[in-house]
């Protein structure tokens, strides 16, 4: 047995650190011809050279920029005087001397927490020059007069994605764990990184995908979405799960969840730590989850109606007859709430029509208002749309790995970059995290109803307009929505921006509580009480303004889901025997998380 320390690499000898750096050559060779072959094979397609419609935003900024000269000379002088102070800064330092950083990572910036970018002068200074050239190009663009809102939202984006693509910790010899790593290990890190680049091109369709996860790291069934239960109904579009009570008594009210089809379900219910409905069925819920089918070419024509009639009328239906509670409460998640919020609004035109009512309704980052839709409207234009539309009519609905991707550009740092810097340059396996694995787990959208939610929706902003929507043949008003409502943003979101979903208090003229929850649009949201984690905020009031209700708001540590809670039973009823799936009139199909649920795009 070596007494060798465990901790300390075996460095190579001159002969095998020669055949890795050979092994490195051939594998690059092997990546620019696939790389080559790739081209070749996508020029022949009729995709635009722009797809992202981003040059003319650009070519609008660059002439914009060129009418104030003066502009531009003072901007470049404030970076050579920053550059400046951050030479005098180093000089000092190697000098022995102390100094103050001219400039530091925001917190939460994890790309620099290797101890080196602090203690060592020279990737100290390299850092600091990379923010600082980063934080003028993001400030000099974003300070251009003239520009239209949309085309500035755009032009700010994608500064940022190059920037972003440019730190050096994204770098073999400007990252100094990288570069630590190459070093003990002769290069076989590299060698390792361009194996792994090589498989995810190989794996990769139209659309380059990086692996965040193994795929045989987790098993749906198995390992995520385990909270015993049975698929109760079924249609086209979906399977309904009733999940098995846990007390002996349950409020009388059931309770139905209406995920966004954009993801699988399971993300309510990953495993027993970080589980919502684990833990709304131990409140003495009766729960029902709809898990939407990840539609292909045969559902190309799903309408919006479709997903309505399909989705929560339906089901709502099926509650009833699986509890025998015509009274039931619900929670949208995300475009789930998009849905549950026309819905409503449908039911309150035809309520004689309707034989369920909904009691009270749940919204967690939920959009109505897409005026101010964030980052996301930077992916929707007319020219991108048509361009879209194109393409999921060529084949019937718009791939999975594509909103994946969209979805990925919003915070590349933490789901392109960083997954770069850990697959490719130091040559590992990503980390099996569950979160990771559901994120990589993706949906197709049907092209009917896909076209029509961005149009519609992001493009036009029209459910929020009286009457300008017709669905299932009502025409669509939220302002007559009277249903008690709970409504729940994360300060964060940058899917749902909380400051737009907050516009929802002012549409219902239901009674209406508003919460917030520190973090994101899926952190905030699946936050277990027993984590100890995040806050949220709650104001009785309403003002008009999103940022008067956070002035005076009160934070409460810890989870947001003992405030929904208590809100809830108010609408939950008497205690009544618990239910168990199949003992009224629906019966028992298969048992949770359903077959739709295991159906995994490759």
Not at 339 to 348: E, G, I, P
Not at 555 to 584: C, I, N, Q
Request: proline share 5%.
């Amino acid at each position: 047995m070596s007494d060798q320390p465990d901790n300390e690499k075996i460095k190579p000898d001159a002969a095998e650190y020669s055949k890795i750096w050979v092994e490195i050559a051939e594998k690059s060779q092997r990546l620019i011809s696939e790389f080559v072959q790739r081209q070749q094979v996508n020029a022949k397609t009729s995709s635009p050279a722009d797809p992202l419609n981003i040059s003319n935003a650009f070519l609008e900024m660059t002439r914009q920029m060129m009418t104030n000269p003066a502009k531009i000379a003072e901007a470049q002088v404030a970076l050579w005087q920053s550059h400046l102070l951050l030479w005098e800064s180093t000089t000092k330092r190697m000098s022995g001397e102390a100094a103050e950083p001219i400039i530091e990572p925001v917190k939460g910036d994890f790309r620099f927490k290797d101890a080196d970018w602090e203690e060592n002068a020279l990737f100290d200074f390299i850092k600091q020059s990379y923010l600082l050239t980063s934080q003028w190009m993001q400030k000099t663009v974003s300070d251009v007069e003239g520009l239209d809102d949309k085309t500035a939202q755009k032009v700010d984006f994608y500064t940022r994605q190059f920037a972003d693509a440019l730190a050096p910790s994204n770098f073999v010899v400007t990252n100094p764990k990288v570069l630590r790593e190459t070093i003990e290990t002769g290069g076989q890190n590299l060698v390792n990184g361009l194996d792994n680049l090589l498989q995810d091109l190989e794996n990769s369709k139209d659309q380059f995908r990086i692996k965040m996860v193994e795929e045989d790291a987790f098993e749906v069934g198995v390992d995520l979405a385990i909270t015993p239960g049975k698929v109760v109904y079924q249609n086209d579009l979906l399977q309904l799960i009733q999940y098995e009570p846990t007390t002996e008594k349950v409020f009388k009210t059931p309770l139905l969840i209406i995920p966004p089809w954009i993801n699988k379900y399971y993300i309510l219910d990953l495993r027993e730590k970080n589980s919502f409905v684990k833990w709304a069925v131990a409140q003495g819920l009766t729960v029902f989850v709809v898990s939407w089918v990840n539609p292909d070419e045969k559902l190309a024509n799903k309408s919006f109606d479709d997903y309505m009639r399909d989705g929560p009328l339906d089901c709502l239906a099926a509650v009833e007859k699986a509890t025998g509670e015509g009274d039931i409460n619900v929670i949208g998640y995300c475009l789930g709430g998009t849905l549950l919020a026309a819905t409503l609004a449908h039911m309150a035109r035809s309520k004689k029509k309707n034989k369920q009512a909904v009691k009270s309704a749940t919204f967690l980052a939920t959009m109505i208002d897409f005026e101010q839709a964030g980052e996301l409207g930077v992916f929707i234009d007319e020219e991108q749309l048509t361009q879209l539309e194109a393409k999921m009519n060529e084949r019937g609905y718009l791939e999975g790995g594509e909103m994946a991707t969209t979805f990925n550009m919003l915070r590349a740092n933490d789901l392109i970059w960083s997954f770069v810097v850990n697959n490719y340059l130091m040559g590992k396996a990503p980390f099996p995290f569950d979160l990771l694995y559901w994120n990589s787990d993706s949906t197709r959208m049907p092209a009917a109803m896909h076209s029509y939610y961005l149009r519609n929706m992001y493009l036009e902003n029209k459910l929020v307009q009286p009457d300008e929507l017709e669905l299932c043949g009502t025409p669509i008003d939220l302002t007559r929505i009277d249903t008690p409502a709970f409504i729940l943003s994360t300060r964060e979101d940058h899917i749902a921006p909380w400051k737009s979903t907050y516009a929802a208090t002012q549409l219902y003229k239901g009674p209406v509580k508003f919460c917030l929850a520190a973090s994101g649009h899926i952190a905030g949201v699946v936050n277990h009480p027993v984590a100890e984690k995040y806050s949220y905020w709650t104001n009785p009031k309403k003002p008009k303004i999103a940022e008067n209700w956070l002035e005076d708001a009160v934070e409460h540590s810890g989870s947001w889901w003992p405030e929904w809670t208590k809100w809830l039973k108010k609408f939950g009823g008497e205690m009544v025997d618990a239910r168990v799936p199949g003992d009224h009139d629906l019966d028992v199909i298969e048992p949770a998380p359903g077959s739709f649920a295991l159906v995994r795009l490759r």
